[in-house]
């Protein structure tokens, strides 16, 4: 069983940053695709940014790209998501995720099968 855990949430002002970590439980971690996700009050869950095992295969959603950056590293079992320029619509419950099903850089929600707990990022104007 994989346990991811998210921290790095919090306030912050519009074109601030902010980062975001996730641990894993385990260390076959390593081997999997992982995603950062986030759902707004009243909104769909999103996908915002995926990396591939190796870390070598970037992919994120438009909305974020050129101001977030996803990033993993292997020897510690944790994800990032470094969060620059925030906008107040940028305000959601982020949560990482990890595919043990998918190879390459999966963007549907129901391609990952373990999720965090989810982390607040609220962003003021």
């Not at 982020?94 to 129901?110: E, Q």
């Not at 965090?116 to 104007?125: E, L, R």
Request: charged fraction near 20%; glycine fraction near 12%; proline fraction near 3%.
């Amino acid at each position: 069983q994989v346990q991811l855990v998210e921290t790095g949430g919090g306030l912050v002002q519009a074109g601030g940053s902010l980062r975001l970590s996730c641990a894993a439980s385990v260390r076959t971690f390593s081997s999997y695709p992982m995603g950062w996700f986030r759902q707004a009050p009243g909104k769909e869950r999103e996908f915002v940014a995926g990396l591939s095992w190796r870390g070598d295969i970037t992919y994120y959603a438009d909305s974020v790209k050129g101001r977030f950056t996803i990033s993993r590293d292997n020897a510690k079992n944790t994800v990032y998501l470094q969060m620059n320029s925030l906008k107040p619509e940028d305000t959601a419950v982020y949560s990482c995720a990890v595919s043990s099903k998918f190879a390459g850089v999966p963007r549907l929600g129901t391609s990952y099968d373990y999720w965090g707990q989810g982390t607040q990022v609220t962003v003021s104007s």
